[in-house]
């Protein structure tokens, strides 16, 4: 459970925003004054920090600079009125992941928060390298011992230190986000902030505004000034993930970023330079987009210098076995069900099948094989019905249908029916309705708990409970 820390000296306020976060499933403490709230900053573990601007004592401003020298990597949300949002604004400048304005709207304000605590996540858990599947606790792990994945490791080690740009390539699924978050975590701004921008999930209107930033009045609804993530970012690393979907315009400023280290918000005047280091990864085809004149060839020469390339699945076959196991004890812990185990015959066709889904799809297709075990090892069947369902439980795409269900529940039946049949078929509706209301909402858990009629704390269980991810990029292998 995530908590909460909300620094503001209105009682009132305190209260409202107390009972409305608790009943969302956070965890809150509460502080009336900065120096109080540095306090608890110190002594509790936190995941974020709400913080209002304006405080009797040691004001917002100050109690942001303290906490964030304190704690670098602790997300800060800030609170403001309209018309006093230049102390904001400063402060995002200084790296306070974001600021809401005052009367809040509570759906946008759920948003920013869950945005915050994944930031503050990418962050602060680490990623193990070449991990022994079993032994690295909860923590993330890049799987694999192979000569291709010894390679990714020994390039990880190799560009980590440096500040060079790094563009991370690979077919879908096959770890790139992971291994830019290995690097952060082995960088010399592995202090500093990470921040994430996927660039085909924000519209493309609003992604040049949200890397740049823009001026009041830059265009229609620019009522104040905003800092981009860039800027925001500053000391620290930008990943730009699915760069490929990049549009051109915005193509330019990032090159122009790479090579004077400097941008310019929208409707601004002013230079300003940031030193920011940049990861980038895409799944498409960069040559084919080159020339079809997709992309710009000068930014793709100034990133293709360090690339660093994801090996598909198929092309080490000796890790199957690895991450089988791996994904077995992890996702067996996180669902509370004892590891079934795996047959021989069962690993057999793993170690056989083409994974066009790459790391991805192995993971989701042992995850399936839990939901529905009944406590004997993984067998053959257990697979093929996994893989043949195609279910992406992940992406949330494309779900078996009517009579894949139908075929399901038939084989469960004549198989002799168990204990838990009833239990586990309604499991895999529920995953199967909470992912399609997950890909509809674009994975925005407080519009997909509404439509579902759920309150949002049980929605948040039910992920949980059937390791349901939204991603929402789109998936492409040109
Ligand atoms: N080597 C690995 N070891 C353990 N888990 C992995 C490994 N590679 C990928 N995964 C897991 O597979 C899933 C997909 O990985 P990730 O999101 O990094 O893929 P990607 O290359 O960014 O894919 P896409 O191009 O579709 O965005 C994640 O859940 C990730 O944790
Ligand atoms: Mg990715």
């Not at 992406?395 to 894949?404: I, K, L, Q, V």
Request: with cysteine; aromatic share 6%.
């Amino acid at each position: 459970m995530s908590t909460i820390l909300i620094i503001d000296d209105d009682d009132q306020l305190r209260k409202s925003f107390e009972k409305l976060l608790s009943a969302e499933g956070y965890d809150i403490r509460c502080a009336a004054s900065g120096e109080a709230g540095l306090k608890l900053v110190e002594t509790e573990s936190l995941d974020l920090v709400v913080l209002d601007m304006r405080l009797p004592g040691m004001n917002g401003l100050e109690t942001f600079e303290a906490i964030h020298a304190i704690e670098p990597k602790l997300p800060v949300i800030i609170m403001t009125a309209y018309g006093t949002t230049e102390t904001a604004i400063e402060a995002t400048k200084l790296g306070a992941f974001d600021y809401i304005l005052k009367p809040f709207d509570i759906p946008d304000m759920l948003v920013v928060i869950e945005e915050a605590l994944e930031a503050g996540r990418f962050m602060r858990s680490p990623v193990d390298m070449n991990a022994v599947p079993g032994q690295q606790g909860v923590r993330e792990a890049i799987i694999g011992r192979s000569k291709p994945m010894q390679d990714v490791y020994k390039a990880i080690g190799r560009v980590s230190s440096t500040d060079a740009t790094v563009l991370i390539r690979g077919e879908s699924g096959t770890g790139k986000e992971l291994v830019a978050r290995a690097i952060y975590q082995h960088s010399l701004r592995n202090d500093k902030p990470f921040l994430v921008i996927n660039c085909v999930a924000i519209p493309e209107n609003l992604l040049e505004s949200e890397l740049f930033g823009y001026e009041r009045g830059a265009f229609t609804g620019a009522s104040h000034r905003r800092v981009g993530k860039i800027e925001q970012a500053n000391g620290g690393t930008v990943f730009l993930d699915e760069i490929g979907d990049m549009p051109s315009s915005i193509q330019a400023k990032i090159l122009r970023l790479l090579q004077e280290k400097s941008i310019e918000r929208l409707g601004g005047r002013d230079t300003i330079s940031v030193d920011v280091r940049i990861l980038a990864a895409t799944n498409r085809n960069l040559e084919k987009a080159l020339a079809e004149g997709r992309f710009r060839e000068d930014l793709y020469y100034r990133l293709k210098v360090v690339t660093l390339w994801l090996p598909p699945l198929r092309e080490r076959r000796d890790d199957i076995e690895l991450l089988t196991r791996y994904f077995l004890s992890r996702y067996s812990r996180e669902m509370g069900v004892d590891n079934p185990g795996i047959t021989a015959e069962a690993l057999q066709i793993l170690r056989q099948y083409p994974w066009p889904g790459n790391v991805r799809e192995l993971g989701n297709c042992i995850q399936k094989t839990l939901i529905f075990n009944r406590g004997a090892p993984i067998s053959p069947e257990d697979i093929n019905q996994a893989i043949s369902g195609q279910g992406n439980v992940e992406g949330g795409g494309a779900f078996a249908g009517d009579e894949g269900v139908q075929q399901w529940i038939v084989n469960a039946l004549t198989a002799g029916g168990s204990d838990n049949l009833f239990e586990s078929c309604m499991d895999r509706f529920a995953s199967m309705l909470i992912s399609e209301a997950l890909r509809i909402t674009g994975g925005n858990r407080s519009r997909a708990a509404k439509l579902l009629g759920l309150s949002r704390p049980t929605l948040h269980s039910k992920i949980e409970k059937y390791h349901l991810k939204f991603e929402t990029s789109v998936k492409e292998t040109s």
